[in-house]
């Protein structure tokens, strides 16, 4: 079974407009850390937020924050205000455990932002 | 601050040809791990290295072997390369004893097998 689904292949959004990104996840492991990474299309790999199993809120960071409801196993990524150049690929990821933190990618959404 | 090392950043071969892909971590990162991303997909779980020792392994084929040196850096070493080789390699460093697990990646090394 996919740990990590992202059911958006491709998003489109207004200049600054909000944009939701989905996540949903799967493990039975009670110790785990969720993650947003953008890949912009010249490939390198940007930490955008974390959240944490047991953080009891919601991470934000800048203009970004992660909606995380624990009992749904979801982790969507909120963009507030989008920007040209938010336009990029998005993925989720989880580790799982609290040793050797290997991530497991989402399939990824692509995000595009219009003028 | 100091990142994620990757060289080289491009790399062309031929079939049956050989590749080494080296890696600096941040410093005083203890962690490496090894992704590799083909067109379109996501990226892929390799192999990692804690202290020098190999501590978890992906989806490495056979003919890829890796390893880490005294000073953390690694090699990621591909022989008898295939066209489906050809992909983005991504490098990544972690600290042990960081909490949020987080992983700082390199910009990656895109190879392409000719």
New interface residues.
């Given amino acids: 079974a996919q740990k990590i689904t992202q059911t958006q292949p491709g998003m489109f959004v207004q200049e600054k407009e909000a944009v939701t990104l989905d996540c949903t996840y799967d493990t039975s492991d009670p110790s785990y ?1 969720l ?1 947003w ?1 953008k890949q912009p299309s010249s ?3 940007i ?1 955008l937020i ?1 959240q ?1 199993s047991y953080d009891q809120q919601n991470a934000t960071e800048g203009r970004y924050s992660l909606n995380f409801q624990k009992a749904r196993k979801s982790a969507n990524l909120v963009i507030s205000a989008s920007q040209l150049g938010d336009s990029a690929m998005y ?1 989720c990821a989880m ?1 799982e455990g609290v ?10 959404t692509l995000l595009t932002v219009n003028p | 601050a100091a990142g994620v090392i990757q060289s080289p950043r491009h790399l062309i071969k031929e079939k049956r040809e050989t590749a080494t892909l080296k890696c600096y971590p941040i410093p005083r990162h203890d ?1 490496v ?1 090894w992704y590799q991303q083909g067109p379109g ?5 390799l192999i ?1 290295f ?1 202290e020098k020792m190999q ?2 392994k ?1 989806s490495i084929p056979d003919r890829f072997s890796a390893q880490q040196f005294s000073d953390y850096h690694s090699e990621l070493n591909m022989s008898s390369l295939e066209l489906g080789d050809s992909a ?1 390699y ?1 490098c ?1 460093s ?1 600290l ?1 004893t960081d ?7 390199g ?2 090394s ?1 190879l392409t097998v000719l």
């Fill in positions: 850390g993650f990474y490939g390198e790999m930490f974390y944490g993925f580790r040793s050797n933190y290997k991530l497991t990618f989402g399939k990824g | 962690t791990y997909q996501d990226p892929q779980f990692s804690y501590s978890d992906g983005l991504f990544a972690s042990e909490n949020t697990g987080e992983l700082f990646f910009e990656g895109r």
